[in-house]
């Protein structure tokens, strides 16, 4: 039995792939720890994760303050042209773990399709929106 499905198929033919495989991991690799280095320490922003590896999905939470993630996520839409998921993330256990069930936060999920200079334009603006 295969350690898991890639044996059976082309890189074109892939439905799937493992989260540490392919660009969408190298996205994964830039996004997050560029975004915890690039806001991470900035005043009023809080970013969710473990940054300490490059094994990691292309995903960056964040909150500003105690603005609501909401309000957050539609600045960046309305301001920046940014889009964001902003709430629980059907994940309210993790949410109350993070003291965060109240306020959400804010979530980035970069993929392939992102430039290294979209990425830093999303930090740029979590930067602007903080130091408001």
Same mark, same amino acid.
């Given at each position: ?21 392919? =660009? ?8 997050? =720890?560029?975004?915890? #280095? ?13 940054? #300490?590896?490059d094994? #990691?999905?292309?995903? @960056? ?34 949410h ?9 936060? @804010? ?13 830093d ?12």
């Amino acid at each position: 039995m295969p350690k898991n499905g890639k044996e059976f198929f082309t890189d074109e033919e892939k439905p799937f792939s493992h989260p540490y495989d392919g =660009p969408a991991a190298r996205a994964g690799v830039y996004a997050g =720890p560029a975004a915890h #280095r690039g806001v991470g320490g900035g005043p009023n922003v809080k970013v969710y994760g473990d940054f #300490r590896t490059d094994r #990691r999905a292309a995903i @960056v939470s964040l909150n500003i303050g105690d603005y609501d993630s909401a309000e957050i996520s539609d600045e960046l839409s309305g301001r920046y042209g940014i889009v964001t998921r902003s709430g629980a993330h059907c994940a309210p256990l993790m949410h109350e773990a993070l003291g965060t069930k109240i306020q959400g936060a @804010v979530r980035f999920s970069f993929s392939h399709y992102n430039t290294e200079e979209e990425i830093d334009e999303a930090i740029r603006a979590v930067k602007e929106l903080a130091e408001e």
